[in-house]
């Protein structure tokens, strides 16, 4: 069974510093990658997601993710963070042609203040 | 289109009790999955159900289940309640073709005492 480690659980910066969170997965096959972000008090909800192609994504907000085959990872980028983006973030992986049920990262916690 | 909407939103159980949570996905979403979400453990797969037959899953007791209805509308069930069990309960609906991406729904907090 695949597993997912983000390595940094929480992470403090000031607004307009920039932001990387580090994620790896453990799966040797064909991937789906994601990363959801989870405002205070609101749902769950996609930040960005790679199936194949172009390996460096773009997601909503400013945020973008490189997939990196040979390191087994899909770090997520921001050049300037704003206090807006205080949430929560999960990376989650999915393979293909097994169950595709993502399996989930732990989860950082991000507290940017203005 | 609607999104994914989870009733109740809150609920307060002692142990021992059981609970019942409900889901209904967006509109065509015929996949319903269930997660567990507590602080510093992330999402814990419990359970996916397509076309009312559980498909997947997680590595949960038995005194977690679920069931799908016809209309897609997805119940989970948690007997025999321990402290433990006091978790955000996300219900996540997707078209599960190509790269399953989820839609989630806001949550029941369960609160057990």
């Known amino acids: 069974a695949q597993s997912v480690s983000q390595h940094n659980h929480h992470v403090i910066l000031s607004e307009a510093a920039s932001l990387e969170l580090g994620c790896n997965y453990s799966?040797?096959?064909?991937?789906?990658l994601f990363w959801y972000v989870q405002y205070p008090g609101q749902h769950l909800q996609l930040l960005l997601k790679y199936f194949s192609g172009d390996p460096l994504v773009k997601g909503i907000k400013g945020f973008e993710a490189e997939f990196i085959k040979s390191k087994f990872s899909f770090n997520l980028r921001k050049p300037s963070v704003q206090w807006s983006d205080t949430a929560e973030y999960f990376c989650?992986?999915?393979?293909?042609?097994?169950?595709?049920?993502?399996?989930f990262g732990r989860g950082t916690s991000l507290i940017v203040h203005p | 289109k609607a999104g994914v909407t989870q009733t109740p939103r809150y609920l307060i159980k002692t142990r021992g009790q059981q609970v019942t949570l409900s889901c209904s996905p967006i509109s065509g979403h015929r996949s319903v999955s269930w997660y567990q979400q507590t602080p510093g453990q992330g999402l814990q797969f419990l359970f996916e159900y397509f076309s009312e037959t559980q498909r997947n899953k997680g590595n949960f007791p038995g005194r977690f289940s679920g069931r799908q209805f016809s209309n897609s509308r997805s119940e989970m069930n948690v007997s025999t309640l321990e402290l433990g069990d006091s978790a955000l309960y996300l219900c996540?609906?997707?078209?599960?073709?190509?790269?399953?991406?989820?839609?989630f729904g806001p949550g029941t907090r369960l609160t057990v005492t």
């Open positions: 996540a609906s997707s078209i599960p073709t190509g790269s399953y991406e989820q839609y």
């Open positions: 799966y040797g096959g064909t991937v789906n």
């Open positions: 989650a992986v999915s393979t293909s042609g097994g169950s595709y049920i993502p399996t």
